[in-house]
């Protein structure tokens, strides 16, 4: 693999992260991802080119604004240099590809997800959607009519079940068990990996989410986590491990 081309994923990931960033911060909120440039959230104070330059401007700037001096959350760099490493992974991985998009388009929602999820505890309809497009395009450009298809009505049925589990976990805890939010990214779930996957991932993340939720909960009862990360999560990891169906089978056979 040329190593050139590694870096260049890299920076290339790094730079989607910072704009993923904006995304997340700015959608939720009803604002333009273009204008106005990029500015401190606390004081409004425009940045200027060199406090721009992702990971780096926050190692420079000793993670505080210089006008106002209040602390930047470390979200932002973890989320640029995050994306940074998982575009990369999927390009050692599967090389260029059709797993390489689908992977890196997830792992694109996941980072969106995580900044508005743990901002605002939203996820903005218009993301999902535009990511559920994205990925009906690639089954569409790489598979045929038929398999996109079905990956939309795999979509839709898996929606439909997170939409019944929502109002069965409202019915018995009688209280929002789930967002909106959470449900609608099963559609993305069962358009990009399948309806049976799509259901090991709904188990999956639950278990990867468990510790975190007692914690939370120990803690403070009335807190909640964002549920939407692990969703993504899950799935991210069942597209880089290539966990499939047969696999599945195997196990709890
Ligand atoms: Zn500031």
Known sequence: MNILVIILIFV???????????VGYRIPKGLSIVRPGSFCPKCHHDLKWYELI?????LFLRGKCSYCHQKISPIYPIVELV?????LIAYLLF??????????ITESLLMIVIVSDINYLVIPDEVTIF???LIFIVKLVTSGIRTAGLALLSGLALFLLMYLIM???NFLFKKESLGGGDVKLMFFVGITIGPLLGIFCIFLSSIIALPLSLLVYLKDEGNVIPFGPFILLAALIIILFKIDVSM?????A
Do not use: E, K, M
């Open 12 to 22: 290339l990931g790094v730079i989607f992260g910072s704009f993923f960033n904006v």
């Open 54 to 58: 992702p990971i780096f401007s926050y």
């Open 83 to 87: 994306t940074g490493l998982l575009f």
């Open 95 to 104: 090389g260029f590809s059709t797993n390489f998009l689908i992977a890196i």
């Open 131 to 133: 990511f559920c497009i």
């Open 167 to 169: 109002q069965l976990g």
């Open 248 to 252: 599945l089978l195997n196990i709890f």
